[in-house]
């Protein structure tokens, strides 16, 4: 994992019944309870009835459509890390291959549940020579993600507004209601009604019959009679098999969010205020009440049974303070 100045060598109603919480074992989260052996807590969904877009708030799926080419090669840039202050390319552990539930390394702390492998390998790679590697088995709700808080300089400020990019790898495509790859969480920005409360960003796909498509999800820790916020926006753009660059921007204070893929320059996906749906009781239009970014995680975990088996490899992830693109097209 590279950082500015060093290597460390040593971190979605549609039939869905609500999802949960997307944090880490340890952290101040809602939702219910933990998934079994994991040690991490459960869900992070979304979905809900309709929403609605445009106004001075909702969400928008940019131009849609299929999942296009494959967004890269087993190649990348030179140095995928440019200064930023949160860089992993995966290529520093040398003695870590499989990974385990609870390990540590790097900035990196593992949540694994049994169904799931996740390790570092070779087999695609968008530079140097390893990836993370998370496999999900078919008809089971399981994934493995790594986690990272603490000392690193993207967390010095708690920032309210971090960019980020990083590919990923996918085949087999298998599909579920809803599964994850990327989120940041903490305490909900100063600034808001929701201050004491843990909030998520989550970068996700929400499928349901659908293959599986870019999404972003939104949860808020439950405060007395207000409950967990499980709420969600869907892209029209299918995640394809094989290579794609996303990039985003996640704006806490102004509730913006942004998801772009492959380097173009309209995004994907539109958040503005709020999603277009929530698991009941919270209202659709609730607004996204973004964290004071505390802790991230990387990874692939499917809160729903899959519909078949899931392989996905990321690599070069770079968090910044500063835009984050991918290369152009």
Same mark, same amino acid.
């Given at each position: ?12 109603? %549609?039939?869905?019944?609500?999802c949960g919480s997307d944090d880490e074992p340890g952290g101040a989260t809602g939702g219910s309870g933990g998934a079994a052996g994991s040690g991490a807590a459960s869900s992070g969904g979304a979905g809900g009835t309709g929403g609605s877009s445009g106004g001075s708030g909702g969400a928008t799926g940019g131009a849609g459509g299929s =999942?296009?080419?494959?967004? /890269? ?15 992993? +390319? ?8 499989? %990974? ?9 702390? =593992?949540?694994? +549940? ?45 920032? +309210? ?8 790898? $996918? ?30 960003? %989550? ?15 939104? /949860? ?22 094989g290579w794609a660059c996303i990039s985003f921007e996640l704006d806490s204070v102004a509730r913006k969010l942004r998801m772009y893929k492959d380097g173009a320059t309209d995004p994907i996906l539109s958040v503005d205020d709020h999603g277009n749906g929530c698991v009941a009781p919270t209202d659709k239009t609730s607004p996204w009440y ?8 990387? /990874? ?13 490899? $990321? ?15």
């Amino acid at each position: 994992m590279r950082s500015v100045v060093s290597v460390l060598a040593v971190g979605m109603a %549609i039939a869905m019944g609500g999802c949960g919480s997307d944090d880490e074992p340890g952290g101040a989260t809602g939702g219910s309870g933990g998934a079994a052996g994991s040690g991490a807590a459960s869900s992070g969904g979304a979905g809900g009835t309709g929403g609605s877009s445009g106004g001075s708030g909702g969400a928008t799926g940019g131009a849609g459509g299929s =999942a296009g080419s494959d967004g /890269g090669v087993d190649a990348g840039p030179p140095d995928p890390c440019g200064g930023a202050l949160f860089c992993e +390319t995966f290529d520093d552990y040398p003695a870590v291959s499989d %990974i385990s539930d609870k390990q540590l390394f790097g900035p990196w702390r =593992a949540a694994l +549940t049994a169904g799931a492998t996740m390790k570092l390998d070779g087999t695609h790679t968008s530079s140097g020579a390893s990836a993370l590697h998370v496999h999900v088995d078919d008809v089971v709700k399981a994934g493995g993600r790594l986690f990272a808080d603490g000392n690193e300089p993207i967390f010095k400020d708690t920032p +309210t507004h971090v960019y980020g990019r990083l590919r990923m790898y $996918i085949d087999p495509n298998g599909t579920s209601v809803h599964w994850t790859f990327f989120g940041v969480s903490g305490d909900a920005e100063p600034s808001s009604p929701a201050v004491g409360r843990n909030a998520q960003y %989550i970068l996700s796909s929400l499928a349901g019959n659908s293959p599986n498509t870019y999404s972003f999800v939104y /949860g808020l820790q439950a405060q007395g009679s207000d409950g967990y916020h499980d709420c969600s926006s869907k892209s029209k753009t299918e995640m394809p098999t094989g290579w794609a660059c996303i990039s985003f921007e996640l704006d806490s204070v102004a509730r913006k969010l942004r998801m772009y893929k492959d380097g173009a320059t309209d995004p994907i996906l539109s958040v503005d205020d709020h999603g277009n749906g929530c698991v009941a009781p919270t209202d659709k239009t609730s607004p996204w009440y973004g964290p004071a970014v505390s802790r991230l995680f990387v /990874g692939a975990w499917s809160f729903h049974e899959m519909k078949g088996p899931l392989d996905v490899w $990321i690599d070069d992830l770079v968090v910044d303070t500063k835009p984050v693109a991918c290369p152009a097209p």
